[in-house]
């Protein structure tokens, strides 16, 4: 049975003066999905994860979330209608608490700040930062910062959530904690785009992939499919390594 498309991208392209970053790109996502978005350096994964979360407008095309296209709206209002992303560089608020800094996403759903602190104490909790709750979040470890940027983004209470490259610079340790997250954040129903360079976390994640390669989708398929078609090993690791391997 296939489940409702909460997601329709359809043909969205970008430039940045001379460099296409993204070309006519056209994807889907299921409800309850993990979708992985693959690609070397300057695919166009973030720029694509900025379209949808608003954060740049697109030259062509449309993004429907849940029927309605978003393309073109302000990213407040995407944020509102259920769609939070992650950075894939996490600054969070120096001076401001664990709990106060997922408050900020809070505070998307609600202007009480009783209700915000709640459901943030709920947030910080479910990600394991409960003990470090009071702690200036600039005091943080760089893996709690990225658990940080995610609860941030859970907090405004999202269907859809894109993250950027949450495992970077972590350890094995810390990557294996963030899988075990990311897949319980899956099992309270949130949809999860998901961009990240370790191939054995996208691998042990993602039901799907798709891959960018010079701002062109160049696969879409299972994960064992995908990473084992020449022109996606070719995208990786040229064409040498490509042809002696197919
Ligand atoms: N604001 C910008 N102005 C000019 N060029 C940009 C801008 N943002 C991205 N680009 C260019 O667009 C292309 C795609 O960049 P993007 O950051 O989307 O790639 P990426 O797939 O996220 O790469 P990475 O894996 O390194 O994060 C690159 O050539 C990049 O230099
Ligand atoms: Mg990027």
Not at 43 to 48: E, F, P, R, S, V
Not at 136 to 164: H, I, Q, S, V, Y
Not at 230 to 235: E, I, M, Q, R, T
Request: a neutral charge; one cysteine or more; charged letters at 25%.
């Amino acid at each position: 049975m296939t489940r409702p498309r909460i997601l329709e991208v359809e043909g969205i392209s970008k430039r940045f003066g001379g460099v296409q970053a993204v070309s006519t790109l056209s994807f889907h996502m299921e409800e309850g999905e993990i979708l992985g978005l693959l690609g070397p350096n300057g695919a166009g994964k973030t720029t694509a994860f900025n379209m949808i979360a608003g954060a740049i407008r697109t030259d062509t095309g449309a993004i429907r979330f849940r029927g309605e296209n978003i393309a073109g709206r302000r990213p407040w209002d995407i944020c509102r209608m259920g769609i939070a992303r992650t950075f894939q560089l996490s600054k969070p608020f120096g001076g401001l608490s664990v709990v106060e800094n997922v408050m900020v996403g809070a505070f998307v759903r609600t202007a009480s700040g009783h209700e915000a602190r709640a459901e943030a104490e709920k947030v910080v909790d479910f990600l394991g930062l409960g003990p470090r709750a009071a702690t200036d979040a600039e005091d943080l470890t760089a893996f709690d910062r990225r658990k940080l940027e995610l609860g941030r983004a859970l907090a405004t209470r999202p269907r859809l959530l894109l993250m950027d490259e949450v495992v970077a610079g972590a350890t094995p340790t810390e990557a294996q904690e963030m899988v075990a997250l990311v897949r319980r954040v899956r099992d309270l129903g949130i949809t999860i785009l998901i961009v990240e360079h370790v191939m054995k976390v996208i691998m042990g994640l993602s039901d799907r992939v798709i891959v960018l390669d010079y701002g062109k989708l160049i696969a879409d398929g299972p994960p064992r499919e995908v990473v084992n078609q020449p022109d996606v090993l070719k995208a990786y690791f040229g064409e040498r390594y490509a042809q002696a391997h197919t």
